[in-house]
């Protein structure tokens, strides 16, 4: 069932542990070499995603974009479009992007997106289609996530409803939304945890909590329309009669962030 919390059996008898960010206090290792006697770093470990903006004009032939490589004050060029700088907005990284900060590291636990909800249903469909998604860290040959966009679903209480025929999609007027119960379906999203895996030597479950991002380390959400028979362009201009209105999204890294006590 959805919307239920998932509770450990180190909380129970702590009924907050899950109302309040930080989710904890505490000190890991400075260094994942010298786990048990090298230097500790004091953390503040919250439930926060990392979050992006991608963003293509009308009337435009998509192109291969790598999401996460500009925080707060960086430009952003929308495919088609015109640079423009990133606010809290639109990213919630913070200096070049591509790396976390010193001494920031990050449990990537999946993936999703907010499409905004005026998208022309033809270009939804040939956009979910059409691109390959990769998460890629360390550099671009280590993918920790390769999938068709259309896998990689909305977490949010607006989504968008298509209704029409086939001929009718060109028609923005057949693209509508409904709002759910204005309570986000936060289990909706594209996982990169595993359940079920056992300890070899002690038949016991073995928690996986995601993927580490590192501080200094390079990453990247990679969306490349063009290995199919060519990217698809964006349908017509936002003044004709069935005017386009391009995309416009947001690109979460749903996870764990740890920072250092403010």
């Known amino acids: 069932m959805r919307n239920f919390i ?10 907050h542990v899950r109302r309040r960010n930080p989710i904890f206090q505490g000190a890991m290792p400075a260094s994942p070499a010298t786990p048990s006697n090298g230097p500790l770093l004091t953390f503040d470990i919250l439930r926060q995603d990392l979050y992006t903006f991608y963003q293509a004009a009308v009337a435009t032939a998509l192109t291969a974009q790598t999401l996460f490589q500009q925080g707060i004050g ?4 929308p495919i088609g479009g015109t640079a423009f700088q990133l606010t809290e907005l639109h990213t919630n990284l913070i200096g070049t992007g ?8 990050f449990m990537t636990q999946g993936i999703f997106r907010l499409v905004r909800e005026d998208i022309l249903p033809k270009d939804l469909v ?12 360390g550099d671009t040959t280590k993918k920790y996530c390769t999938a068709q966009l259309a896998l990689i679903p909305q977490n949010n209480a607006i989504q968008v409803q298509v209704s029409g025929g086939a001929a009718a999609q060109t028609a923005p007027a057949n693209s509508s939304t409904f709002a759910t119960t204005g309570w986000p379906v936060t289990d909706n999203f594209y ?29 990247g959400l990679i969306l490349d329309p063009t290995l199919g028979s060519g990217a698809f362009s964006t349908y017509t ?16 890294l749903k996870g764990v962030l740890g920072r250092s006590v403010q």
């Open 98 to 105: 591509t790396q976390l900060p010193n001494p920031q590291r």
């Open 126 to 137: 040939m956009w979910n289609f059409g691109t390959l998604v990769n998460l890629t860290i």
């Open 6 to 15: 998932e509770v450990d059996e180190q909380e129970l008898g702590r009924p």
């Open 237 to 252: 201009t936002a003044t004709s009669a069935v005017g386009g209105t391009g995309i416009q999204a947001y690109f979460h």
């Open 191 to 219: 996982a990169l945890i595993a359940s079920g895996l056992l300890d070899p030597d002690t038949g016991q479950e073995i928690k996986d909590a995601g993927i580490t991002i590192d501080q200094g380390q390079n990453f």
């Open 74 to 77: 960086g430009f952003y060029t």
